[in-house]
């Protein structure tokens, strides 16, 4: 049978979360590279279709290509690490530290923004002819992103903030679903479809995912979106990967594991 019951694939789960700690620096980064520039195509197809249809759903529906593709060559984003090496430590794996798995977030994070930044340029340049022309639709439509997200949470001071920090747990759960599903088949087209399901819904709700805003946000900078760095980083980056780190461990990696890899006593019955 291509599906795996979820006592199998939780050990999976931590299976992966333990290799991940212990690969090397280089692989680690050139994973985690081409994960975040995937990502960042991916997101520019859906906001394009989105210009081009007028439909953000139909934008959503497609999104998850870039997801599948980079899962199934192998490469990490930093939402699917915060969930699984944590779970390696738990089980409390030779060698796992809490200094291994802050070491793995760390050159995850750098390989998925100089991913996400060298297509944020590559997209700006021919959006703009070589900057010697303005943006066109799309890229006017991916600049206001970047205001909306960032200045727009900013006006509400701490509310706003907080609405970042839950929407990017919600955007993660999701996620996290979506790495785990591709565990719960070993055929292709199982993974697939598994995946593209809480993918698309994270995208259509508008949830923060922090790579894909590594993206948006300095594309947005690049083509004239009128926020700053420091902007980008307070009002919208920042929370959204602390959502991402709670949102896809709690709901996603701990209830997995709590429930099928260290489950509770089976109940007497008289």
């Known amino acids: 049978m291509s599906?795996?019951?979820?006592?199998?694939?939780?050990?999976?789960?931590?299976?992966?979360?333990?290799?991940?700690?212990?690969m090397s620096t280089r692989d680690t980064l050139i994973r985690a590279f081409m994960a975040g520039a995937i990502l960042a195509l991916a997101a520019v197809f859906?906001?394009?279709?989105?210009?081009q249809t007028g439909s953000p759903l139909i934008g959503a529906m497609l999104f998850p290509v870039g997801f599948v593709m980079l899962y199934l060559m192998g490469f990490d984003l930093l939402t699917g690490v915060?969930?699984?090496?944590?779970?390696?430590?738990?089980?409390?794996?030779?060698?796992?530290?809490?200094?291994?798995?802050?070491?793995?977030?760390?050159?995850?994070f750098l390989g998925n923004f100089g991913g996400a930044l060298t297509v944020a340029f590559m997209m700006a340049f021919v959006?703009?002819?070589?900057?010697?022309?303005?943006?066109g639709p799309i890229g006017e439509k991916i600049s206001h992103i970047g205001e909306a997200r960032t200045l727009g949470y900013a006006e509400f001071g701490a509310a706003g903030w907080a609405t970042i920090f839950l929407r990017g747990m919600l955007c993660n759960w999701m996620v996290s679903m979506g790495v785990v599903g591709a565990m719960i088949s070993t055929s292709v087209s199982g993974k697939v479809i598994?995946?593209?399901?809480?993918?698309?819904?994270?995208?259509?709700?508008?949830?923060?995912?922090?790579?894909?805003?590594?993206?948006?946000?300095p594309s947005a900078m690049i083509m004239g979106g009128d926020f700053s760095v420091m902007d980008y980083m307070l009002w919208n980056e920042?929370?959204?990967?602390?959502?991402?780190?709670?949102?896809?461990?709690?709901?996603?990696?701990?209830?997995?594991?709590?429930?099928?890899?260290?489950?509770?006593?089976?109940?007497?019955?008289?």
């Open 46 to 51: 859906a906001v394009t279709i989105t210009v």
């Open 238 to 270: 920042i929370p959204t990967a602390l959502g991402n780190l709670v949102g896809g461990l709690a709901f996603t990696g701990l209830t997995l594991y709590t429930t099928h890899v260290r489950t509770a006593p089976k109940r007497t019955v008289y």
């Open 127 to 135: 959006f703009t002819m070589g900057f010697s022309t303005e943006p």
């Open 82 to 108: 915060f969930m699984l090496t944590p779970l390696a430590l738990l089980d409390r794996r030779p060698g796992v530290t809490v200094g291994g798995v802050l070491r793995n977030w760390g050159w995850v």
């Open 194 to 217: 598994a995946m593209w399901m809480p993918i698309m819904l994270f995208f259509f709700m508008g949830f923060e995912h922090s790579v894909v805003n590594m993206f948006l946000f």
């Open 3 to 22: 599906y795996i019951i979820p006592a199998e694939f939780t050990t999976k789960m931590v299976d992966a979360g333990e290799s991940k700690i212990f």
